[in-house]
């Protein structure tokens, strides 16, 4: 099992930042990519952003790219996406994810309680 917390949301004007932080835990967390999904109101979820716990590869969707940044620190078991540069579309609620591949969440997968993002203009 995993579990997954996320904090750091809010509400920010366009071009501002924000960091959202998940904490991790569970016997298995490890062996998943960690990433972000959010879900804008009236759409689907979309992949954002995922790394995982060893190793040097990152993995961002195109509309956060050079914006976004996630990272991780193994000995809090907690990773991070810093959020440059914010535009109103970014507005959504951010979930944290444990999944079995990168860039795809299913209800196999684990998933946070999400946190809200707004953006203003």
């Known amino acids: 099992q995993v579990q997954l917390a996320e904090s750091g949301g809010g509400l920010v004007q366009a071009g501002g930042s924000l960091r959202l932080s998940c904490a991790a835990s569970?016997?298995?967390?490890?062996?998943?990519?960690i990433g972000w999904f959010r879900q804008a109101p009236g759409k689907g979820p979309e992949f954002v952003a995922a790394?995982?716990?060893?190793?040097?590869?990152?993995y961002y969707a195109d509309a956060v790219k050079g914006r976004f940044t996630i990272s991780r620190d193994n000995a809090k078991n907690t990773v991070y996406l810093q959020m440059d540069s914010l535009k109103p579309e970014d507005t959504a609620v951010y979930f944290c994810?444990?999944?079995?591949?990168?860039?795809?969440?299913?209800?196999?997968?684990?998933w946070g309680q999400g946190t809200q993002v707004t953006v203003s203009s």
């Open positions: 790394i995982r716990w060893s190793g040097t590869s990152t």
């Open positions: 569970g016997r298995t967390f490890s062996s998943y990519p």
């Open positions: 994810t444990a999944t079995h591949e990168v860039g795809r969440a299913t209800r196999d997968d684990y």
